[in-house]
């Protein structure tokens, strides 16, 4: 039985049809220079049409000279990207599905040569030096992730998304292992939280009444001195106070997900769900649990034992775009699974600067989807 999955939500003032999204997953499918391409409006119309009920757009920069990841990173920063994005939230609501974009500063993680980050400190080792932002960068961040927000609404969007999570910019601030700021926006708990919500609180007034504006959340940084359950609580219920529409629940960042433990727990099916479970507990508004929710049966586990109220699928949907199809009627045994034993490809592919591909999809589709690539 799939009694609650197949069950629609209030999301603010919107709907979703069921508690199935997509969430934000990046492929390098953008043409260069972050430009809207044929092959990303494919996709997006593929996952839009999967029966999900909100996809939420790929991390998309706000800055895409300095908070940028790589040149195929879709951009929002211009007012001219708005003809672009609109395509993409039309092909997305033309499959009946709601479409969310999400907001990114990569902080300490952009690919320019002196990196904004809440402090200089090279937590890996890593040799580089980063811009310590001082009050006016402050400010231009703040400023760029709302005017980002307001171009998504004129496009066309239902929603965005904020990401504080992976160890980006936002996430960077809320940590005590990479934000070690003696100014008001470090030290305590309160002071390190106080960026993604006055951060929140201007992209929600930009982007005006009614436009929900959600947030994936980091609520363990799976580090031995980064953020832990025990403070991201009040985080979650700090952004609640302050509006946020929904928490969609992450763990991890790009300095943690390489470590051996971290690598074999990514592994497990429903490997996220417990930082969701905790965050729920903390929070009224909609919870999203993801991390290789693999079938009907766990999916809809999740949501009776009240772990999150939506679930959120990547690589599963990636892997197998009829999964919700499946799901519905109750042929869980035919999904094509996300493989654990691949090696984690398609993160790898990005992180090589390559566009990614399943290791799991017919011959003939890669084909086609690379031929793409090379012809945005
Ligand atoms: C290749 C790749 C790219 C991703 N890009 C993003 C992203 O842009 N923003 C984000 O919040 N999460 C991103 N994620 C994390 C996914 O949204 C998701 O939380 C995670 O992969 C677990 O779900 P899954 O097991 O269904 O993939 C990415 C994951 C992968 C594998």
Redesign the pocket.
């Known amino acids: 039985m799939r009694e609650r999955l197949f069950t629609p939500l209030a999301v603010g003032p919107l709907v979703l049809k069921n508690r199935i999204t997509m969430?934000?997953?990046?492929?390098g499918y953008a043409g260069p220079g972050g430009c809207v391409s044929g092959l990303l409006l494919d996709h997006y119309r593929l996952m839009a049409g999967s029966g999900a009920a909100l996809v939420v757009v790929?991390?998309s920069a706000v800055d895409f000279e300095r908070g940028g990841g790589s040149q195929r990173m879709l951009r929002i920063d211009r007012d001219r990207d708005v003809e672009g994005i609109s395509k993409l939230a039309a092909a997305i609501k033309s499959e009946g599905a709601l479409a969310g974009i999400?907001l990114?500063h990569t902080g300490r993680f952009a690919d320019a040569p002196l990196p904004l980050a809440p402090t200089d400190i090279d937590t890996v080792g890593l040799n580089r030096k980063f811009k310590e932002m001082d009050g006016a960068d402050i400010e231009d961040v703040t400023a760029r992730f709302a005017s980002a927000a307001a171009r998504a609404r004129a496009a066309g969007f239902d929603l965005v998304?904020l990401?504080g999570?992976?160890g980006y910019l936002l996430a960077q601030f809320a940590s005590p292992w990479t934000n070690r700021r003696a100014d008001g926006y470090g030290g305590s708990p309160e002071n390190r939280r106080r960026f993604p919500l006055e951060l929140l609180r201007a992209v929600r007034r930009a982007a005006g009444p009614g436009f929900p504006v959600g947030y994936?959340f980091m609520a363990d940084e799976w580090m031995p001195e980064g953020l832990g359950l025990s403070e991201s609580a009040g985080l979650a219920r700090a952004l609640e106070e302050e509006g946020a529409a929904y928490l969609?629940v992450?763990g991890g960042t790009w300095e943690s997900f390489i470590l051996p433990e971290i690598l074999a727990r990514?592994l497990e099916p429903g490997?996220?769900v417990p930082l969701a479970a905790a965050v729920k507990k903390a929070v009224k508004i909609p919870v999203i649990a993801?991390?290789?929710?693999e079938n009907g049966t766990l999916a809809e586990k999740i949501l009776s034992e009240g772990s999150a109220d939506m679930v959120?699928?990547?690589?599963?949907?990636?892997a197998d775009p009829e999964w919700p199809r499946k799901v519905r009627e109750g042929r869980d045994r035919d999904i094509n699974r996300?493989d654990p034993a691949c090696g984690?490809s398609?993160?790898m592919?990005?992180m090589k600067g390559k566009p990614?591909f399943c290791t799991r999809w017919p011959p003939e589709k890669t084909k086609l989807y690379k031929s793409l690539w090379h012809n945005p």
């Open positions: 969430t934000p997953m990046y492929l790929e991390s999400q990114n998304e990401h999570a992976s994936r969609s992450s990514s490997f996220m993801a991390g290789r929710i959120g699928l990547a690589r599963v949907l990636f996300c984690d398609c993160m592919m990005v990614a």
